[in-house]
């Protein structure tokens, strides 16, 4: 494709119906294809509607299955969901629908076996240097302060 020519409403509403189908996607992801492709601006919204419409797009559907598979497959906590799902315009009553689907126990049980995974490659000895990596490996991955705090705690009740 010219990179300079711009597609039409149709040839953009296809190609964004089939990206939806194989995957899901919210209206900023489709909104920056659109982009992409050289659709003229006034003509994003239509096909925005039109996907919407036709639930091609759900934002609710989009935040539960990007929360569960943040969780399950990158590991991440609920903190780091929360931001990147607001990056994405997700409305906050939709990342807290997502967020409640996450059971709390296989969330605590996630983040423990995370820290116990990391506290196995410290090389340290010292106590406070092993808590305060640990910390600051829970928290990068967008895990809450007192939750971390309490887990890390208990394993080094555990391990020590």
């Not at 000895?125 to 990068?140: G, W």
Request: glycine share 2%; proline share 1%.
């Amino acid at each position: 494709m010219n990179p300079t020519k711009t597609i039409t409403i149709k040839v953009a509403l296809t190609k964004a119906q089939n990206l939806c189908a194989t995957q899901e996607k919210c209206i900023s992801d489709i909104s920056k294809k659109l982009f992409d492709w050289k659709l003229p601006s006034k003509d994003h919204d239509t096909v925005i509607n039109l996907l919407l419409e036709d639930k091609f797009i759900d934002e609710q559907r989009y935040a539960v299955f990007y929360a569960k598979d943040k969780f399950k497959y990158n590991k991440w906590g609920k903190i780091k969901i929360e931001y990147t799902l607001k990056q994405k315009n997700i409305s906050s009553e939709n990342i807290k629908s997502a967020l409640d689907k996450i059971l709390e126990t296989e969330y605590d049980k996630l983040l423990e076996s995370e820290l116990i995974k990391k506290f196995k490659t410290i090389k340290d000895s010292d106590e406070y240097t092993i808590k305060s990596k640990l910390v600051r490996f829970a928290i990068s991955r967008g895990f809450e302060n007192g939750k971390v705090f309490d887990i890390v705690s208990s394993i080094i009740e555990k391990l020590n």
